[in-house]
């Protein structure tokens, strides 16, 4: 009796291994980030330098804890000039050189009854897109792992009939 079900589940395990590997192609890597508190009105202001040159996107959360802002807003900045601006949580892109320090400053209005809000402030690297595989290419990958799955599973049926046969 041939045991197929273990090859099935490792051919199984690569096709989901590789299709995971894939999705997490494009992952982006974190290269500054903050949290703080404001009391009632502040500003915050910290550095940060990238490693390469590229694309970058900068990402402000308003964390509604213990309320919500009145008013929050973030600045990306070198020391000669303003990169962007955005008012309120959100996110944009810029591109950024290494060797160049960046400051992220954080402007806000803290709200509720304790006169308090956490913000936060994430820049990462935008990935080099993937070259992917041309369609022609992974039809013919998908359909040849099938006919190869198929041809276990028939294989080890046969197998399995042919043995309870009387001789």
């Known amino acids: 009796m041939k045991n197929t079900g273990s090859i099935k589940g490792v051919m199984a395990g690569a096709l989901l291994m590789g299709t995971c590997w894939m999705a997490g192609a494009e992952a982006a890597s974190v290269v500054y ?43 990306i900045t070198t020391y000669k000039s303003e990169i962007n601006f955005i008012e309120g949580a959100g996110w944009f ?45 992974s039809l013919l990958l998908m359909s040849s792992a099938l006919v190869v799955l198929g041809a276990f599973g028939r294989g080890g049926n046969k197998a399995e009939a042919m043995e309870s046969l009387p001789a």
């Open 93 to 137: 892109d810029f591109e950024a050189s290494s060797g160049i320090t960046y400051y992220a400053n954080v402007y806000g209005v803290a709200g509720g009854p304790l006169d308090l809000g956490l913000y936060g402030v994430g820049v990462e690297a935008l990935s080099a897109p993937v070259s992917h595989v041309p369609l022609p290419a």
């Open 33 to 75: 980030e903050d949290v703080g508190f404001i009391r009632g009105v502040g500003y915050e202001s910290d550095s940060f330098t990238v490693a390469s040159d590229g694309s970058y996107r900068v990402t402000l959360t308003d964390f509604s804890f213990p309320s919500e802002f009145d008013q929050l807003s973030l600045s």
